[in-house]
């Protein structure tokens, strides 16, 4: 299917499908092609005054063609599956990018989004930024995990009391983890898991990560230490809890650098 071209005839009618995509479009100074996001695009706070069109893993193909696009654009995240057929079948042109949680990863759909947007040279420009702000970063980690030992961290992704989970490898908090100098807890295991007070005790972590929407619906460092186990655990004694923005920890975007700058701070703090 052919791709639209941006141009002043016929501006381009864009629904981002992802957080870090539509901040991607801002930091592209494209968002007046934004016709609708989804649920996670809450940075910078004027998409939040867009339509919604739904969570990303879980559309419906009514809702994003009633905003009548002329693209879309998704991580491999997006679903489900028989929506993005649907949206095929519809004739919109949809663009998915890859979701993977490495630094490159982002200056991929840097320069792929900025060609998908007529926004090229803006693209360069912004991962020349970016990859100057990733190296200084990578150079704070250096600084202050030098000759000390990495800590264990456990990441709780949390939507409610009821919905409590722990990341294992292959997830971006492992990845954030990693960069940042830390440890994670569970690596021994892959994705996420039901947080379980047997499987946090013998995580035994020195820092819990979570995110700062996760720890309001938790109700806060002592809501969340409450959880089976935590509380036993190295970090939970301490009160080790480190709670960043959602999309800037895990999202992948044009804030990683200072992300991962910041996290680095949390976990070496004296």
């Known amino acids: 299917m052919a791709l639209p071209t941006a141009n002043a005839a016929t501006p381009l009618r864009l629904i981002s499908m992802g957080g870090a995509l539509t901040e991607l479009v801002y930091a592209l100074d494209a968002q007046r092609s934004l016709v609708g996001v989804d649920s996670t695009s809450l940075y910078p706070a004027a998409a939040q005054a867009l339509p919604i069109v739904g969570y990303a893993r879980t559309l419906a193909a009514e809702g994003l063609l009633s905003l009548n696009p002329s693209l879309i654009v998704a991580t491999e995240d997006a679903g489900p599956p028989a929506v993005l057929r649907q ?4 004739g919109v042109p949809l663009q998915v ?3 993977e949680h ?11 989004l900025g060609a998908l947007l007529g926004r090229a040279a803006p693209a360069h420009a912004l991962a020349v930024r970016l990859t100057a702000d990733w190296q200084a970063s990578l150079d704070t980690v250096q600084r202050l995990s030098a000759g000390r030992p990495a800590p264990r961290v456990l990441f709780i992704l949390a939507h409610g009391m009821n919905q409590m989970r722990i990341a294992g490898q292959g997830t971006a908090a492992d990845a954030m983890v990693a960069y940042a100098g830390g440890r994670n807890a569970l690596r021994h ?7 379980t007070p047997e499987a946090v005790i013998a995580a035994a972590p020195d820092v819990i990560l979570a995110t700062e929407q996760g720890l309001q619906a938790a109700g806060g460092v ?3 230490l409450k959880l089976p186990g935590l509380a036993q655990t190295p970090a939970g004694r301490a009160r080790r809890v480190i709670a960043p923005e959602a999309m800037a ?8 650098p200072q992300a991962m ?6 976990l070496f703090a004296a």
């Open 87 to 90: 949206l095929d079948a519809a």
């Open 97 to 99: 990018l890859a979701a």
């Open 102 to 112: 490495r630094f490159e990863g982002l200056i991929d759909r840097t320069r792929k």
């Open 189 to 195: 295991v892959a994705g996420y898991k039901p947080l």
């Open 222 to 224: 002592d809501g969340l």
């Open 249 to 256: 920890l895990l999202g992948f975007g044009p804030r990683l």
């Open 261 to 266: 700058s910041a996290l680095a701070h949390g």
